[in-house]
């Protein structure tokens, strides 16, 4: 397994992407990225490393201590700085991160959230009473948002995975004007899952559209094998990543018909980001990926842990059009 997957944006703006960006996967040497919002690198299950390249903003210097920020006349890209959340326990970190974002982004005028990653490690721990790390970062959550406001939709399209790191690391797009929240019918929304799952929901989108001048764009949440809000197929690779991608088939199905999105396939995504839990795995969820949607389609496979510890696999996906 290589380290692989640092979050790198290219510093590169033109008249075109002003108020947009293009995402694409490089396996160029880092040195030869201009710069990185985060340090976060995760157990890449590919042959050669990966870069995640964002096209179309430009730094802006330093915020807040060590915020680094970029951005267009549309869009925020930052991380926030590891040593606010450093060796803090899980649910505190992750009401200070949120509390702390929320506060900065009315400051920098992109008062909209519309897309955030989360990385912490042991996910399903409980070692330190009855909730588990992940159930802990949902409270953390729940109290930023109460806090100030955030408190209905639209919630922002999100990923929450395990990895080796120490501490929370949260990455995060922002907007100047609002999303559109999509939910899947197939699911119950996560922000409405009872209180025997987690004493506070998940509060975040199953996928957020947001368009702008030039493009819609479809940021869909990390997506597991869940229907109404049980796990499916526990222990079965195969029929996880099934459900995983039919979810996914949804939420696009559910843009084009509901909120006029462009009629695309699962092949016409911009990319995907499929996070395995053992390592093992890699070539039977490969071989059923490509075989749905062939090997045009951007990929990159990363080990982690998932939010539960029945599932064994979580994708996430985007889809950026031009606007018509």
């Given at each position: 397994?290589?380290?692989?997957?640092?979050?790198?944006?290219?510093?590169?703006?033109?008249?075109?992407?002003?108020?947009?960006?293009?995402?694409?996967?490089?396996?160029?040497?880092?040195?030869?990225?201009?710069?990185?919002?985060t340090n976060i690198s995760m157990n890449s299950l590919q042959s050669t490393q990966t870069f995640e390249v964002w096209q179309g903003v430009v730094q802006h210097g330093t915020a807040l201590n060590d915020w680094q920020m970029h951005q267009n006349d549309q869009y925020l890209i930052a991380s926030v700085p590891h040593a606010l959340l450093q060796h803090l326990p899980i649910e505190q970190a992750t009401e200070k991160a949120y509390s702390t974002i929320i506060e900065q982004l009315e400051q920098w005028g992109y008062p909209y959230l519309i897309r955030t990653w989360n990385f912490f490690p042991d996910i399903t721990s409980n070692q330190f009473g009855a909730n588990n790390n992940y159930q802990l970062f949902c409270s953390g959550r729940t109290r930023a948002y109460a806090a100030h406001s955030l408190v209905s939709q639209p919630y922002p399209a999100a990923t929450v995975i395990g990895t080796?790191?120490?501490?929370?690391?949260?990455?995060?797009?922002?907007?100047?004007?609002?999303?559109?929240?999509?939910?899947?019918?197939?699911?119950?929304?996560?922000?409405?899952?009872?209180?025997?799952?987690?004493?506070?929901?998940?509060?975040?989108?199953?996928?957020?559209?947001?368009?702008?001048?030039?493009?819609?764009?479809?940021f869909i949440s990390g997506t597991a094998s869940i229907t109404g809000h049980n796990t499916q197929f526990e222990g079965d690779i195969n029929r996880q990543t099934e459900v995983c991608l039919d979810n996914?088939?949804?939420?696009?199905?559910?843009?084009?018909?509901?909120?006029?999105?462009?009629?695309?396939?699962?092949?016409?995504?911009?990319?995907?980001?499929?996070?395995?839990?053992?390592?093992?795995?890699?070539?039977?969820?490969?071989?059923?990926?490509?075989?749905?949607?062939?090997?045009?389609?951007?990929i990159v496979y990363l080990q982690g842990d998932m939010c539960r510890s029945d599932l064994l696999i979580e994708i996430e996906a985007l889809a950026i059009i031009p606007s018509i």
């Open positions: 397994m290589n380290e692989a997957l640092a979050l790198n944006v290219h510093l590169e703006i033109n008249n075109q992407l002003h108020n947009g960006f293009i995402v694409r996967y490089s396996s160029e040497p880092k040195e030869f990225i201009i710069d990185s919002i080796q790191q120490q501490d929370l690391h949260v990455h995060f797009i922002a907007s100047k004007t609002s999303g559109i929240g999509i939910e899947n019918t197939k699911q119950v929304s996560a922000f409405e899952y009872p209180s025997s799952y987690s004493e506070d929901p998940p509060l975040f989108s199953r996928a957020l559209l947001h368009r702008n001048q030039s493009q819609q764009i479809l996914i088939q949804h939420l696009l199905n559910t843009a084009v018909h509901e909120y006029q999105f462009t009629n695309i396939s699962l092949s016409d995504l911009s990319q995907l980001k499929v996070f395995i839990k053992y390592p093992e795995h890699l070539d039977t969820v490969k071989t059923h990926i490509e075989g749905l949607i062939g090997i045009q389609t951007p």
